[in-house]
């Protein structure tokens, strides 16, 4: 979540206080999956070794 966070440059508190008062708050687990977060998969595999991702 702290990633996520800072990427967006909020902090976790300030992200929930704002979909709270926004009536969204249920999106706070969508937002925080991280299948959903196609930014840190994409960076999660800029880091994987290279034999790792060669079929």
């Given at each position: 979540m702290a990633d996520f966070c800072e990427r967006?440059?909020?902090?976790?508190?300030?992200l929930?206080?704002?979909l709270l008062a926004l009536?969204?708050?249920d999106r706070l687990a969508e937002l925080l999956d991280p299948e959903?977060?196609?930014t840190?998969?994409?960076l999660d595999?800029?880091?994987?070794?290279?034999w790792s991702t060669k079929p």
């Open positions: 967006i440059g909020m902090t976790d508190k300030s929930a206080m704002t009536g969204k708050l959903r977060d196609d840190a998969l994409t595999r800029t880091r994987l070794p290279e």
